[in-house]
């Protein structure tokens, strides 16, 4: 007896990829060889969805896509047999979260300008500020990076991504009256630090919070970090870390923004890499932040003190 065939969209809801994720991995790596209806739909059979289901285990465990895509089913139930369980969509309020997130990494995998900022306005009137970059904007900047480090997206989509973010949280951004008491922050990458998503979401959660920001974009030498916070008398530096994890230049650069900054300066590292410069960064005097959650932390506590 031939197996049960099932639709896309069933697929997608009992492996947790979205449709566009599925066609991708069979198109450009032939993960799997699903057949088609007589209206040439795709169809999907239980073990291809099991496939499917251990593919997205190895992706989320760190295997590239590329890797393991064609490795035979068996030896895929094996490479996952340790690894983590893949979280199982929550419910209620949540689920439409993680809906809205879903829908934005399809967005952006189709490079669709207007349904991504049509999400993003949906999710910002859902949630609020502080909930949109919270629930929304920083999950969906951790799924990005996994899509890019397991090879299902491209450098150009993660870039499509970091713009069309940045222009959404400018346009939005809550106006504030700034005083001469108003509390400056300089959000940046240091060298070498190509990503921008991660300093984008600083920059949006200081302006949230009422700060004045000075955002500087990506990738730029200590030196001209450390002109801008002087210049600015900034009471913060913000830097987020994203990729590379290992660079060997970044403990130099930490230094150099140490010794050249004066020392009541607020130093801030965040981003998905920190833990991969714990040392240095502990050395050159930063707080490390692991979530959006924790840099808003740090700022209300530093707008108390200012």
């Not at 106006?175 to 949006?204: D, K, N, R, W």
């Amino acid at each position: 007896m031939s197996e049960m065939q099932h639709s896309i969209k069933f697929a997608a809801r009992k492996t947790g990829l979205s449709p566009h994720v599925i066609r991708v991995w069979e198109k450009r790596y032939d993960a799997v060889s699903p057949d088609r209806s007589d209206t040439n739909r795709r169809r999907y059979t239980d073990s291809e969805i099991e496939r499917l289901t251990l593919l997205r285990a190895a992706t989320l465990a760190g295997h590239s896509i590329g890797d393991v895509a064609r490795l035979p089913t068996e030896k895929l139930r094996e490479l996952t047999a340790n690894a983590p369980t893949p979280t199982i969509a929550p419910r209620g309020e949540d689920l439409a979260v993680a809906a809205m997130i879903a829908d934005a990494v399809t967005a952006v995998l189709e490079h669709n300008t207007v349904k991504l900022e049509e999400i993003l306005s949906r999710a910002a009137v859902h949630l609020g500020n502080h909930g949109l970059l919270e629930r929304m904007i920083g999950p969906l900047a951790i799924r990005i990076g996994e899509l890019w480090q397991n090879g299902t997206i491209t450098a150009a989509h993660e870039h499509f991504a970091s713009a069309v973010i940045r222009n959404f949280l400018i346009r939005h951004s809550k106006p504030y009256a700034m005083s001469g008491t108003t509390p400056t922050i300089v959000v940046a990458t240091p060298a070498g630090q190509i990503h921008e998503l991660g300093a984008v979401m600083a920059a949006a959660a200081a302006n949230d919070l009422g700060w004045r920001v000075i955002y500087l974009g990506t990738s730029l030498p200590a030196l001209e970090i450390a002109g801008a916070v002087v210049r600015n008398q900034a009471r913060a530096l913000a830097l987020s870390i994203v990729f590379p994890g290992d660079d060997p230049n970044l403990p130099g650069e930490l230094e150099t923004l140490r010794k050249n900054l004066p020392i009541d300066v607020k130093l801030i590292a965040g981003g998905r890499s920190v833990e991969g410069y714990t040392a240095a960064l502990t050395q050159c005097g930063f707080v490390q932040n692991h979530t959006i959650g924790d840099f808003y932390a740090v700022l209300e506590d530093l707008r108390k003190g200012a």
